[in-house]
């Protein structure tokens, strides 16, 4: 079983819309609490730049303390549109959020129910900060795409139009001075697909490689060099063009996805199910995570993030959803389970929390907490409201190493 995304290499957000989809037909019917996600309802609050705000706190994006954004943030983008079983479908607005690791969230911009914008999908957060990048849903696998980038700070949007069958991966790191797409991604593992990079005004400014079996790209923080998943393991790639040096994962054969880099010179890889730490200097890899059984509650892993209190993992639960574990150095995995959630996704993390995306199967929508593991502190930073789709979209900050 290997977890790919789509053509635009968009995993977490397919995965989602497919566990929703699962969960709300195996569990009709089972009480969920709602929580805090009820008891904090968001009131709009004035606040300064100076203090960042926490759970059930909104603020315009006159608030955001912009010196204060990095690592541990999220763009976060939810739909008000209800839906559900026995629910008459009805269209909402569709807001784009700031939620920072305290739990509060800033309104950076609306769009109408029905407008054009109130259908796309969040693809991309610039590493300066400024710019998050959008494609419409009915594109998000061609065969032409539309590429619109907003301007976080005034809500100036810009856009340009890619080539035919070429899709929006994310920007280049360190600041997303340029688009990543690709071509032929995503397909089978003999099929050969092609990474380029485009200007921010859509002209082609390098055509970067051509993998076999090409999977999901990791940058290198520095933004120098890119890990890409490739049919027997990584491909090292330099951002200027070329292949440098193909790192074979042991027993693999239709491929891997590099997830992101480890450390400063290892990449975590999801292979089969697996999580592999992968050296870039072609050093044997080592799994991180065992073979999964069919029979254990987590029937395989496609992320894995290294708090103070643990390793972490996003694994495939049974019926199409989606499980938290924690793996110890030794002995049998142990489920974690997140109050008021009936598929659980981790999205993000700091070093004691994980940003996790609640997904529930009786009143459809996704709600988006910070939760500790360790102390079982919740924080609900966008709560859901009853029968909306809720969260629809996360991009972190650019993420990179453990926690």
């Known amino acids: 079983m290997r977890m790919r995304r789509?053509?635009?290499?968009?995993?977490?957000?397919?995965?989602?819309?497919?566990?929703?989809?699962?969960?709300a037909t195996v569990t009709v019917g089972l009480t969920v609490p709602a929580l805090a996600a009820r008891a904090q309802s968001a009131k709009p609050r004035a606040a300064t730049t100076s203090r960042i705000l926490g759970p059930g706190e909104v603020g315009s994006r006159a608030a955001v303390p912009w010196r204060q954004v990095g690592p541990g943030w999220s763009l976060v983008l939810y739909s008000a549109t209800q839906a559900g079983e026995g629910v008459t479908p009805k269209a909402g607005p569709t807001t784009?959020?700031?939620v920072?690791?305290?739990?509060?969230?800033?309104?950076?911009i609306s769009w109408a129910a029905r407008s054009a914008k109130s259908d796309w999908h969040l693809q991309a957060w610039s590493g300066d900060g400024r710019r998050a990048m959008f494609v419409p849903e009915s594109e998000i696998i061609g065969p032409r795409q539309h590429v619109f980038e907003l301007q976080l700070r005034t809500g100036k949007v810009t856009s340009f139009t890619l080539p035919r069958n070429v899709l929006a991966v994310g920007y280049t790191r360190p600041d997303g001075l340029n688009v990543l797409a690709a071509r032929g991604a995503d397909m089978t593992p003999t099929s050969r697909g092609s990474l380029m990079r485009f200007s921010l005004t859509g002209h082609l400014a390098k055509a970067v490689a051509t993998v076999r079996g090409l999977g999901q790209v990791a940058y290198q923080p520095a933004g120098a060099q890119?890990?890409?998943?490739?049919?027997n393991g990584i491909v090292l790639v330099s951002n200027a063009g070329g292949v440098i040096r193909k790192l074979p994962v042991p027993g693999v054969k239709d491929g891997c996805d590099a997830i992101r880099w480890w450390d400063a010179r290892t990449i975590l890889a999801a292979c089969s199910a697996r999580m592999w730490l992968v050296p870039a200097s072609g050093a044997r890899p080592s799994a991180l995570t065992p073979v999964r059984s069919n029979?254990?509650?987590?029937?395989?892993?496609?992320?894995?993030?290294?708090l103070s209190s643990g390793l972490y993992v996003d694994g495939y639960g049974a019926c199409g959803s989606l499980v938290i574990g924690r793996q110890p150095a030794?002995?049998?995995?142990?489920?974690?389970?997140?109050?008021?959630?009936?598929?659980?996704?981790i999205v993000n993390a700091t070093r004691s929390q994980l940003q996790v995306e609640r997904i529930n199967g009786c009143e459809p929508g996704v709600s988006l907490v910070w939760f500790n593991p360790a102390t079982r502190v919740m924080k609900v930073a966008v709560p859901v409201g009853r029968n909306q789709r809720g969260v629809v979209g996360v991009v972190p900050y650019f993420i990179a190493g453990k926690f």
């Open 6 to 23: 789509s053509a635009t290499f968009s995993k977490r957000r397919g995965v989602v819309v497919a566990a929703a989809a699962v969960a």
């Open 96 to 98: 784009l959020y700031l």
């Open 100 to 108: 920072s690791p305290n739990g509060g969230r800033y309104r950076i």
């Open 226 to 231: 890119l890990a890409a998943g490739w049919a």
């Open 295 to 306: 029979t254990n509650f987590d029937m395989g892993d496609f992320n894995a993030w290294q």
């Open 330 to 345: 030794h002995g049998p995995e142990q489920v974690v389970n997140v109050p008021g959630s009936a598929s659980s996704l």
